[in-house]
T-cell receptor, first 112, second 114 residues
């Protein structure tokens, strides 16, 4: 089954700093989702990457997919307290199963 | 409207109670999902409905009974739950079932079984 390893597990940064969160898969990645979750709330869809080398940006968040490395990275530029939360990567469990599995999440704290 | 709503927001129930969780979306999505999320863990898939038919059941105990009465509504009926079933229950929907279609999540129902 698809295993997703996220690093770091938690991250504390000062407001204005840049940061990167990584998601590494034990199997080939066919599609990779990034979600953000505030404690005890639902998941907010951020981005979906499907092609190797694909890069997408939304406001100050950029995500890339490196198919060869079976890895995706999420980069936040000039972090703000509103960026705080838990970032989850999700991917297809196994080829063709259409089941989404998630990494364990990265907890981001942004200090003002 | 890209909203998935869930009611109730919080639910406390005894082990002999019967209760239901409700999920609604009006985005015209034809796939709807139930996930269970324990504290500090990622969400885990429970059920998938595609075009109002149960498509995936992730070997969930029968004390959880899903129902999809129409394309906008998804229910999760609960009966004889155990304290370890306490968790955040998340509903999601997507345009159709498939990994290429992003899932939109509701805010969740926080369930406590006493």
């Amino acid at each position: 089954s698809q295993e997703l390893e996220q690093s770091p597990q938690s991250l504390i940064v000062q407001e204005g700093k840049n940061l990167t969160i990584n998601c590494t898969s034990s199997k080939t990645l066919y599609g990779l989702y990034w979600y953000k979750q505030k404690y005890g709330e639902g998941l907010i869809f951020l981005m979906m990457l499907q092609k190797g080398g694909e890069e997408k940006s939304h406001e100050k968040i950029t995500a890339k997919l490196d198919e060869k490395k079976q890895q995706s990275s999420l980069h936040i530029t000039a972090s703000q307290p509103s960026h705080a939360g838990i970032y989850l990567c999700g991917a297809e469990r196994q080829g063709g199963s259409e089941k989404l599995v998630f990494g364990k999440g990265t907890k981001l704290t942004v200090n003002p | 409207d890209t909203e998935v709503t869930q009611t109730p927001k919080h639910l406390v129930m005894g082990m002999t109670n019967k209760k239901s969780l409700k999920c609604e979306q009006h985005m015209g999505h034809r796939a709807m999902y139930w996930y269970k999320q324990k504290a500090k863990k990622p969400p885990e898939l429970m059920f998938v409905y595609s075009y109002e038919k149960l498509s995936i059941n992730e070997s969930v105990p029968s004390r959880f009974s899903p129902e999809c009465p129409n394309s906008s509504l998804l229910n999760l009926h609960l009966h004889a739950l155990q304290p370890e079933d306490s968790a955040l229950y998340l509903c999601a929907s997507s345009r159709i079932q498939g990994i290429s279609y992003e899932q939109y999540f509701g805010p969740g129902t926080r369930l406590t079984v006493t």
